[in-house]
């Protein structure tokens, strides 16, 4: 009863039951989970009990080999990478097993299989290189940042950004404006094959790229480079220097006509209008008498 005579409702526990509750639901879930994992880690290990016993049939042979601890260690090597299981390699020992553990990783792109290396500088290393491979291949600079070389992340990310801004999405924060404003001249100058165009850029890494990727140049792109066109005395800025209806590649490479001389053979009619109409640019007569002769 209450003070006041009256009858007290029965109050009901509602929060103590639903954390009762809730920590049961999270007890059972747990248990869940350690048994899914017990049987995940059961079955990994009788499969690879399977596998063991599988290669160790396979390596039976090597007993008769001419060097029975290399043939054993191919084997094993070769039973990793088709099985896709590193654990294979842990058949090995001593530098052998590092060995195959670091090809596995190789061959299968997986940084992680380098862990398990005995060899510190060679983990590194193993870890190092897919890292820089696995970056280079995602395109994405950050995923260059888990290489422990300083040197080899550097260059990891600076050959990204320098493909980004290649490809017109230059981070200015990360390599400066300077960098990416010659970035845009070298690729103009390089698709130009302008030499001239090389001359602006300020970085002297971009400026000497920017030079052997051009080359002697062709800004007219006739296929006669500058060096060429300044022996023939013809314009780089022009394919048809004389301008009698052919390139001055052809003239050089194909008539044999002067290709600063519109009508070569001074017979009144320009070299490509006789090309062009079946008569020999070169002399009196067609093409086809030429030919005949």
């Known amino acids: 009863m209450d003070a006041f005579g009256g009858q007290t409702e ?7 039951i639903a954390i009762i509750g809730g920590i049961g639901v999270g007890v059972i879930v ?30 039976a042979n090597c007993d008769r080999a001419p060097d029975p601890e290399a043939c054993r260690a191919d084997k094993i090597a070769e039973a990793a990478q088709t099985t896709g ?17 670091w090809e596995f990783a190789r061959a299968q792109g997986d940084a992680a299989a380098c862990a398990g290396i005995a060899d510190a500088a060679d983990r590194v290393l193993c870890t190092d290189g897919e890292l820089t491979k696995q970056a280079l291949a995602s395109g994405n ?9 300083a040197e080899k992340k550097d260059n990891c990310r600076s050959t ?17 404006q300077t960098y990416c404003a010659d970035i845009q001249l070298l690729e103009a100058a390089v698709a130009a094959r302008n030499p001239a165009g090389c001359e602006d850029i300020q970085t002297q890494s971009l400026r000497d790229e920017c030079v052997d990727g051009v080359g002697p140049g062709d800004v007219d792109r006739d296929g006669l480079n ?44 320009s070299d ?7 008569y020999n640019p070169l002399g009196a007569g067609t093409l086809e008498s030429e030919e005949e002769e």
């Open 30 to 59: 747990i248990i869940v989970i350690a048994v899914i994992a017990v049987r995940n880690w059961q079955a990994e290990q009788a499969a690879f009990v399977r596998t063991t016993e599988q290669v160790e049939e396979v390596v």
């Open 272 to 278: 490509g209008t006789e090309a062009a109409g079946g």
């Open 10 to 16: 029965n109050q009901v526990p509602w929060k103590k």
């Open 160 to 176: 990204l950004l320098r493909q980004e801004a290649s490809a017109g999405d230059c981070d200015t924060e990360a390599l400066g």
């Open 85 to 101: 299981a590193s654990d294979v390699c842990d058949m090995l020992g001593g530098t052998d097993r590092d060995d195959c553990l």
């Open 141 to 149: 600079p950050d995923d260059c940042n888990g290489i422990s070389d």
């Open 226 to 269: 500058a060096t060429l066109e300044s022996r023939y005395g013809t314009s780089d800025d022009d394919a048809d220097s004389d301008d009698d209806g052919l390139s001055d590649f052809a003239e050089v490479n194909e008539w044999g006509t002067d290709p600063i001389n519109p009508d070569t053979d001074g017979d009144s009619f």
